[in-house]
């Protein structure tokens, strides 16, 4: 926990109520989300119980699995979770733009929208991520045959779930991942995954603190659990004995549609306060007004979505069960990179992000006091333009001469520390020396060069391109790591003994 969010935490403490550490809204949300919230049954892998599903708060189709450990039931329920997100899919599929690509060369298309899935918490992430892995690789024919909508159902849910993975990536949303970083409350990182406590402490009931609300979230008799795991006493209690009356019915239809009946209104109270907590968390994210970097964040997703889709008209195979070396450390090396650049956006749309870096040291926000517009350094084969700025801060400066710094508002524009002095005043004196961002002459372009007076940040953190690593091919990684084996050792002559078949 930072410095600035352990602050945030204490504030909320004292406020009874959630603090914002953000301004802005740093992930994107669809104007049509598609809402989730699974339930599984305790003590079976990640077995499908339930599910309330849809794209408007009063449209949840509520999927219930009456015998979750019959494998035809789990499968009916994938068949039905695939009849309400492939046509969601589909319709993201409709619109297209061109988009140049190797510098203009050549061109290639990608869809105008991408789905959003939203989950109540990360471990309905991992629900749907193992559902993708149980039913993508199911046959159509044979034992157990599956509905051709249900592998293919699963290969969208591990597309989905490996999107969750990469940062700032916005096609399936934990929501409490989401509203905690945009707000900090008085519990515990562990604590803020329960969804109805979060939303407590961030828009407590009126005559509640936020400590209050949270701690009457807890009641599962007031607020059911957010899933996918149920509540102990709710199984012991009403569920088990509802199923055990559903299995009991067995022929006679009247007696199991009652049973049906029952376990599905048991059921839709346990998901339908989850519903309702899900779409007021939106509402409260879709009221913060969204960071300038989000779209672009979402121009990859849009991407990643119509290569997916790509794949899956051209008949590609479905997702390996594990990656191997090569293809498992290009995708480290790609999240790795995905997760600096995603920071570094986070702190160049939000000042609040951003005075996280000033406290440890990594930027620095200061006066315009003096500035040198025309300078011109002409020490090398040709002369350039160099202006020169002198900032004044009260903060700590702590990046050494010759760092290379950026300013948010001028990201195209470098400045290269010259001279660090600090004051009798308890202020510091920073020179720096700009470069690009100014134009092509030796005169700068209008408003390019920073005025007197005004306030700046700069930091170390910086949008430069980072070109990616260089990775081995398959066949030059060792077998192993899953390369080629080695040559099969030649054949032995045969002894001169009796032939095998004689023996």
């Not at 790509?310 to 999240?335: I, N, Y």
């Not at 040291?361 to 003096?370: I, K, R």
Request: charged share 20%; glycine share 8%.
């Amino acid at each position: 926990m930072s410095t600035l969010r352990a602050l945030a935490a204490a504030q909320a403490v004292a406020a009874g109520v959630a603090q914002p550490v953000a301004t802005v809204r740093h992930v994107h949300l669809s104007a049509r989300p598609l809402v989730l919230v699974p339930l599984a049954m305790a003590g079976e892998a990640n077995a499908p119980l339930a599910a309330m599903v849809g794209t408007a708060p009063g449209r949840g189709h509520l999927l219930v699995v009456p015998q979750p450990r019959n494998r035809d039931q789990r499968f009916g329920f994938a068949a039905a979770l695939a009849d309400i997100l492939l046509p969601y899919i589909d319709t993201h599929r409709l619109g297209s733009e061109t988009v140049a690509v190797d510098r203009g060369k050549d061109v290639r298309q990608r869809y105008l929208d991408a789905p959003q899935l939203v989950v109540p918490n990360p471990a309905g992430v991992t629900f749907l991520r193992l559902l993708g892995r149980a039913t993508r690789f199911r046959r159509l024919d044979g034992d157990h045959p599956v509905p051709a909508s249900v592998p293919l159902l699963g290969r969208w849910l591990t597309f989905l779930a490996e999107r969750a993975e990469h940062p700032g990536s916005a096609t399936l949303l934990a929501l409490t991942q989401a509203l905690s970083m945009h707000w900090a409350t008085g519990q515990s990182a562990v604590e803020d995954l329960h969804l109805p406590a979060l939303l407590g402490w961030i828009a407590p009931p009126a005559g509640l603190t936020g400590a209050e609300a949270a701690a009457r979230a807890e009641d599962p008799a007031v607020c059911p659990p957010a899933g996918p795991a149920t509540d102990p006493d709710f199984d012991n209690r009403l569920l088990a004995p509802a199923i055990e009356a559903y299995a009991a019915a067995d022929a006679d239809e009247a007696a199991r549609a009652e049973a049906y009946a029952e376990l599905e209104r048991l059921l839709r109270d346990q998901l339908t306060p989850t519903w309702d907590l899900m779409w007021r968390g939106l509402g409260l994210l879709r009221a913060l007004p969204p960071g300038a970097r989000v779209a672009a964040r979402w121009t990859g997703d849009r991407d990643a979505f119509t290569a997916h889709a790509d794949r899956v008209d051209e008949g590609g195979a479905p997702q390996p069960s594990r990656d191997g070396a090569v293809a498992a450390a290009t995708r480290l090396h790609r999240l790795e990179r995905a997760g600096a650049s995603y920071a570094v956006q986070r702190a160049y749309d939000d000042p609040l992000v951003m005075a996280e870096y000033r406290l440890t040291g990594e930027a620095f926000v200061g006066e315009v006091v003096l500035v040198d517009p025309t300078r011109v350094d002409d020490t090398g084969r040709r002369p350039v333009l160099r202006p020169r700025i002198q900032l004044v801060t009260t903060e700590p400066v702590l990046v050494p001469v010759g760092a290379s710094l950026c300013n948010p508002a001028r990201p195209a524009q470098k400045a290269r520390v010259v001279f660090v002095t600090p004051t009798a005043e308890g202020k510091t004196e920073v020179v720096l020396e700009l470069s690009g961002g100014m134009g092509r002459g030796l005169t700068a372009s209008p408003g390019s060069v920073p005025e007197v007076g005004q306030r700046l940040c700069y930091t170390t953190l910086s949008e430069a391109f980072v070109p990616s690593g260089t990775f081995p091919t398959v066949a030059e990684t060792p077998w192993t790591h899953g390369g080629p084996p080695t040559a099969d050792p030649p054949l032995a002559e045969p002894s001169s003994g009796p032939d095998r078949d004689e023996v």
